[in-house]
């Protein structure tokens, strides 16, 4: 157990579905992540929250839209996916963006777009 | 920040030494070497992370090469729990976007 969780841990959905993933931290962190990890690839940096404010996108298709109310929660919207997004979605979470502080995952979303 | 390299796989006996070697002869002098580790279908695990002096806590103990361009993470008693995946990571210092850039890490398999 990381203090970090993530719902669903599985999700099945059609291109034309809307979805979205849930990530919350019970570590009091600042800094909030969304990685890819596709099989038989390295995992992919998504998105990069800092006090509540997206500080990185990695070159992300508009179709996956994250959102952070606020520090310890993270979203991540998705719409119209392609089966390609099929992949282990993870939450990380650390205290903050700078190096000094290690990065916390959570277990995960497993995705299949059908 | 620098790549890293690593083996692929590796064997190691139950209750022995595991020693993951990783390359990272670009490395420079503001940048970390993080490990984590990533056991099967969960999320990936801080291990150690050190700049040049070698470094311990109760997971493993990392040592650096003098000249930092590689460095061993040694899991001193493996255990059949111990099988992932190992990423080894350099990172800068000031980095300030928080990215971490892992690669295909080692794949551990310890034996009974």
């Known amino acids: 157990e990381t203090g970090v969780t993530q719902t669903p841990r599985h999700l099945v959905m059609g291109m034309t579905n809307k979805k979205s993933l849930k990530c919350e931290q019970h570590?009091?962190?600042?800094?909030m992540y969304w990685y890819k990890q596709s099989a038989k690839k390295p995992l992919e940096l998504m998105f990069v929250?800092?006090?509540?404010?997206?500080?990185e996108n990695n070159s992300v298709p508009s179709r996956f839209s994250p959102e952070c109310p606020n520090s310890s929660h993270l979203f991540l919207h998705l719409h119209t996916l392609q089966p390609e997004d099929s992949a282990l979605y993870l939450c990380?979470?650390?205290?903050?963006?700078?190096?000094?502080?290690?990065?916390?995952f959570g277990p995960g979303t497993r995705l299949t777009v059908t | 920040d620098a790549k890293t390299t690593q083996p692929t796989s590796m064997d190691c006996a139950e209750g022995r030494a595991a020693n993951l070697p990783c390359n990272h002869s670009?490395?420079?002098?503001?940048?970390?070497v993080y490990w984590y580790r990533q056991i099967h279908s969960q999320g990936p695990q801080y291990i150690i992370h050190?700049?040049?002096n070698n470094e311990t806590n109760e997971m493993a103990s990392l040592i650096i090469t003098e000249d930092r361009k590689s460095s061993t993470l040694i899991l001193p008693h493996a255990t059949l729990r111990d099988t992932a995946v190992y990423y080894c990571?350099?990172?800068?210092?000031?980095?300030?976007?928080?990215?971490?850039?892992f690669g295909q890490g080692t794949e551990l398999s310890v034996k009974p």
């Open positions: 990380a979470s650390s205290q903050e963006v700078r190096s000094t502080y290690e990065q916390y």
């Open positions: 670009t490395i420079s002098g503001n940048e970390y």
């Open positions: 570590l009091g962190h600042n800094a």
């Open positions: 050190g700049l040049k």
């Open positions: 990571i350099v990172r800068e210092i000031y980095n300030q976007g928080g990215k971490l850039i």
């Open positions: 929250y800092n006090f509540k404010e997206q500080t």
